[in-house]
């Protein structure tokens, strides 16, 4: 399989799929029996190239707030830059820039112990603590596991907001809802191996296949799947996303293709109609 720079890449599969595995590859964490691995054109058989593939590709593990230890916030995010023997300014500057990167105040939580902060405050520290190397690339094995729902959709903003600032973002997601609203591809894996990859179009169009491996679809394809099977004409495909699926109601409310492309013009056309008297 092959990581395209600048994309946002997901990365699905069962339990046991083998994710976590492939993630650790990615910065060789983990050697592979067979087969090579390269990353921003070097080899990562080669023990020198190895070691400076280590600070371009930065992994997320899962639940990596169980790795902070230091005394400190600030101590911790400094620990990856520290061993990299940079200078003491340029260490504070990347501590107060990721965290500033992923919203915490350096003033405000440097000085705490990580274990005051709340869960989430801890993984945005643990995360901090991956960007001060600043990597290239960011592998991210089920970040938003155990987070509540608001804290899950801070953190997916966060990803898609290092995304948008240049970084190649390769991201396991148990979520197939998550997968089709940030990525610009997905691969499947399945035992040990790819199983699909393409577009979020191109994937999800293969429900049945998914199926079979024990994935679903996101929740609007589902959803469109059963109003098509009530007699509802929707379009076949690529409803995946809530807003697609708004769109694509939206048109057939209104009835005509060039009608209005969202649900406040709708709400707005049906105010429209309603005092025109139809
Ligand atoms: N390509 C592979 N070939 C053989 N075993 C694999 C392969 N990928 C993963 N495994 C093994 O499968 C198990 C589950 O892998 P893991 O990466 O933890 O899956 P996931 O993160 O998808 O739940 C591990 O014991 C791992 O060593
Ligand atoms: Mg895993």
Redesign the pocket.
């Known amino acids: 399989m092959t990581v395209r720079r600048g994309e946002f890449l997901g990365l699905a599969?069962?339990?046991?799929?083998?994710?976590?595995?492939?993630v650790q590859h990615l910065n060789g964490l983990i050697r592979p029996q067979e087969g090579s691995i390269c990353a921003l054109g070097l080899d990562l058989s080669n023990k020198k190239d190895a070691a400076a593939v280590k600070a371009k590709v930065g992994v997320v593990f899962q639940y990596p707030e169980r790795q902070l230890f230091a005394e400190t916030v600030a101590q911790d995010v400094a620990f990856g830059p520290h061993n990299l023997g940079l200078p003491q300014d340029e260490v504070d500057r990347r501590v107060e820039s990721s965290l500033s990167r992923v919203g915490l105040d350096l003033t405000t939580v440097g000085d705490k112990s990580p274990f005051e902060l709340s869960g989430g405050q801890q993984r945005r520290v643990a995360f901090a603590g991956v960007l001060a190397m600043e990597p290239e690339v960011l592998a991210l094995d089920e970040p938003m596991a155990g987070l509540d729902p608001a804290a899950r959709r801070d953190f997916l903003e966060l990803i898609d907001r290092l995304h948008r600032d240049g970084l190649t973002v390769v991201m396991?997601s148990h979520s197939m809802d998550d997968l089709a609203n940030c990525c610009d591809r997905i691969v499947v894996?399945n035992e040990?191996?790819v199983f699909a990859e393409g577009t979020p179009a191109q994937v999800f169009a293969h429900a049945d296949e998914l199926k079979s491996i024990g994935l679903g679809v996101p929740a609007a394809q589902r959803m469109a799947l059963a109003l098509a099977e009530a007699g509802v004409p929707l379009r076949r495909g690529g409803l995946y996303t809530v807003e697609s699926l708004a769109d694509e109601l939206a048109d057939l409310l209104i009835g005509r293709s060039d009608g209005p492309s969202n649900v406040a013009d709708i709400a707005k056309s049906k105010t429209v109609a309603r005092e025109e008297g139809c």
């Open positions: 599969g069962h339990t046991g799929s083998g994710k976590s595995t492939l396991v894996m040990g191996a």
